[in-house]
């Protein structure tokens, strides 16, 4: 296990990339086989209405978690940046206010989704015949959601401190008990929904568990002692300030996810259920692609507090090319393997198969665009700036959609699944372009400064 800090400052950026995402990889899949293994169970034993009921809740969840989540995000680039400058003082600080910090957002959001969950699936025009089962799932999920929390936290420190295998190792236990626990609740003691989301909250526990004590066996300044958490000012602006955009965007753009789902919703349950099972099957796809930006994210935010900005450029060249190329392959295999990978979820709807292809169709073939998207914000994060890039995604990606829906989508002629996803692809490209504009921008005025500064 790695105790030390990783130095991203140095050596062959390539194979340091390469081999600091696989586990990345590896971690996003196991935390997608939550849900997966919930969708697997429920629709081989319950049918695709608990499939529809569980995979409407995604976007809900994403909704209520996004802000706090952002807030993680802050957290793991103010590492980055300390470690990259060699400030043992302010990383110590930063991490003992990121794990309270994460407490009281699980706790805040403990109370907002048990509370709220009903009213807001019905905002959603959830089906009736699935909002009951959706509303149990949601209750028992974010009862607990603190357990999230501390792992999401946790986890972007020990990435920033350049351990990805950590919470590889951790997310194995806790997916290995999450599908030993789905097929007892399920299958033996007949729960339907409400023991898959039981099966996750447990899961989820033992993953917080492990990665506070890998925190408190380390022997840098990332170390964890429990009894020194405080939540100090500075490092909690900073965490704020960087975090608080990045949650604000995935809120805003969970929101447009929201509307999206709704907009799915009117065509009944059975595109519910073949929309979920794509959906799942796409999130295999975005996991992966999503990994990439975390290793842009942590690599540019070493080498900006390091000050070593040519290695930022390398960083950026490799970082978009290789999620390019991860994108085009995952997002066009899931597509020709559609069928067989939609009738592991869906056993009793041919119907429900082909809404699922559909969408496969438009959005994982042309991932590789919400690839680079995505990418182009970690490398504007990494940078230090976040209001940017969530003004520009709020706009190209949320704006955008939204528009969409409300303009183009609701003409009748147009009323169709297939113009709905067209909306993504043009959401992606215009985003990508502008934020990769930006961060050439900021990158030649970052890099002037520190010359400036030198001399």
């Not at 509370?115 to 025009?125: F, S, T």
């Not at 998207?373 to 209001?387: F, K, Y």
Request: proline share 3%.
């Amino acid at each position: 296990m790695n105790t030390k800090s990783a130095d991203m400052t140095h050596g062959p950026l390539l194979k340091q990339i390469v081999l600091y995402t696989i586990p990345i990889i590896l971690t996003g899949i196991l935390q997608l086989l939550f849900n997966a293994a919930d969708l697997v169970v429920v629709g081989q034993y319950c049918g695709s209405v608990s499939v529809g009921a569980v995979g409407a809740t995604g976007p809900v969840i994403n909704l209520i978690t996004n802000l706090f989540i952002g807030f993680s995000v802050g957290s793991g680039v103010s590492v980055a940046h300390a470690i990259g400058a060699g400030r043992n003082d302010e990383i110590h600080r930063i991490v003992h206010t990121s794990i309270p910090l994460a407490f009281i957002c699980g706790l805040i959001l403990t109370i907002v989704g048990i509370i709220g969950a009903e009213y807001i699936l019905e905002l959603m025009k959830t089906p009736d015949e699935t909002i009951g089962l959706s509303a149990i799932y949601m209750k028992i999920y974010f009862g607990g959601i603190i357990s999230s929390m501390l792992y999401n936290f946790g986890a972007a420190i020990l990435r920033a401190a350049g351990d990805t295998r950590s919470p590889l190792i951790h997310l194995t236990l806790a997916g290995i008990l999450n599908v030993v626990l789905n097929l007892i609740f399920v299958i033996a003691l007949n729960m339907d929904v409400a023991g898959v989301a039981l099966a996750t909250t447990i899961s989820q526990t033992l993953s917080a568990v492990l990665i506070i004590r890998t925190l408190m066996l380390r022997t840098d300044g990332c170390k964890l002692v429990l009894k020194k958490m405080h939540i100090y000012i500075r490092p909690l602006w900073k965490i704020l300030r960087i975090g608080f955009p990045a949650g604000i965007q995935g809120s805003l753009f969970s929101i447009s996810n929201v509307i999206i789902q709704s907009s799915v919703n009117s065509f009944g349950s059975i595109a519910v259920s073949g929309n979920a099972a794509a959906g799942n099957i796409e999130g295999f796809v975005y996991t992966s692609m999503n990994s990439v930006t975390q290793s842009a994210l942590n690599f540019t935010g070493q080498n900006h507090g390091a000050k070593n900005f040519d290695r930022v450029k390398k960083t950026s060249f490799i970082s978009l090319g290789f999620v390019f190329l991860i994108g085009l392959v995952l997002g066009v295999s899931a597509y020709i393997f559609s069928r067989p990978l939609l009738s592991i979820y869906i056993s009793d709807s041919e119907e429900a198969i082909r809404f699922g292809v559909t969408r496969l169709l438009y959005i994982s073939v042309p991932y590789c665009l919400c690839g680079i998207m995505d990418v182009s914000t970690g490398l504007l994060r990494g940078l230090g700036s976040s209001v940017m890039p969530m003004i520009i995604t709020v706009a190209g990606v949320c704006g955008f959609r939204i528009v969409w829906i409300y303009s183009v989508f609701s003409m009748p002629q147009y009323h169709t699944l297939e113009v709905l996803y067209i909306s993504y692809i043009i959401s992606w490209t215009m985003t990508f372009i502008v934020q990769i504009v930006l961060f050439v921008i900021l990158y030649c005025i970052k890099k002037k400064n520190a010359i400036n500064a030198i001399k």
